[in-house]
């Protein structure tokens, strides 16, 4: 198996600019989480997705930011418009929905917005 | 059940083992991780116990779970330079995964 799979691997952009990040989880799994890392304030969960549904996105910081996955194989973070603070690594993660199924990592899409 | 908590760094030599702790709040996490990443690189997963386990070996690497402290250790022996990393423990509580801030191990040779 790939292994969960983000594009782009960096980003860099101006404040103000819309960004869009994208994830394929490992196939058959149905549970998909936005993760967003900074030194500040370490790993935060953003928003999580089971069988493509959002369940809970208390952890998205404001409106600006918006997540979607339309189909089990393919998900985006987008934010608009993006701000300097926006600035970390965002990380995707997929699991199989079930007691003892640990979440499987991208390799993350560092963010920096100028 | 959202306050995990470790310490930030840890220095040991190569050889030495490696002891690093965590501590959680939610009785009713049922399965325990440990991730390690390296630069760059994105959360590995190591190993996991279940809540109603005391212990478990998997090669190097031995995890603790003290349930009714809700303490969570993992011991790595012989410590190698490839070690060096960023550990982090995290609860699952009903899908939901809560990690800690990461302890920063780093092997002096």
């Known amino acids: 198996d790939a292994g969960v799979i983000q594009s782009p691997r960096h980003e860099v952009t101006e404040m103000g600019q819309e960004v869009t990040l994208r994830c394929k989880p490992i196939s058959g799994h149905n549970s998909l989480f936005w993760y967003r890392q900074t030194m500040m304030r370490g790993l935060e969960l953003l928003i999580y997705?089971?069988?493509?549904?959002?369940?809970?996105d208390s952890g998205m910081p404001e409106d600006r930011f918006s997540a979607k996955m339309p189909n089990a194989s393919f998900s985006t973070l987008k934010i608009q418009p993006s701000e300097p603070r926006d600035s970390a690594v965002y990380f995707c993660?997929?699991?199989?929905?079930?007691?003892?199924?640990?979440?499987?990592f991208g390799n993350g899409t560092r963010l920096t917005v100028t | 059940g959202e306050d995990v908590e470790q310490s930030l760094f840890l220095s040991v030599r190569e050889g030495d083992s490696s002891v690093i702790n965590c501590t959680y709040t939610d009785s009713s996490s049922t399965y325990l991780y440990w991730y390690k990443q390296e630069p760059g690189a994105g959360l590995q997963l190591l190993t996991y116990?279940?809540?109603?386990?005391d212990m478990k070996q998997d090669q190097r690497l031995t995890v603790l779970l003290n349930k009714k402290d809700k303490h969570l250790s993992l011991r790595i022996a012989d410590t190698q330079t490839g070690d060096s990393a960023i550990y982090f423990c995290?609860?699952?509580?009903?899908?939901?995964?809560?990690f800690g801030s990461g302890t920063k191990l780093n092997v002096k040779p």
């Open positions: 993660a997929s699991s199989l929905q079930g007691g003892g199924s640990p979440l499987h």
């Open positions: 995290a609860e699952d509580n009903f899908n939901k995964f809560y």
């Open positions: 116990i279940f809540s109603n386990m």
């Open positions: 997705f089971n069988n493509n549904v959002p369940i809970d």
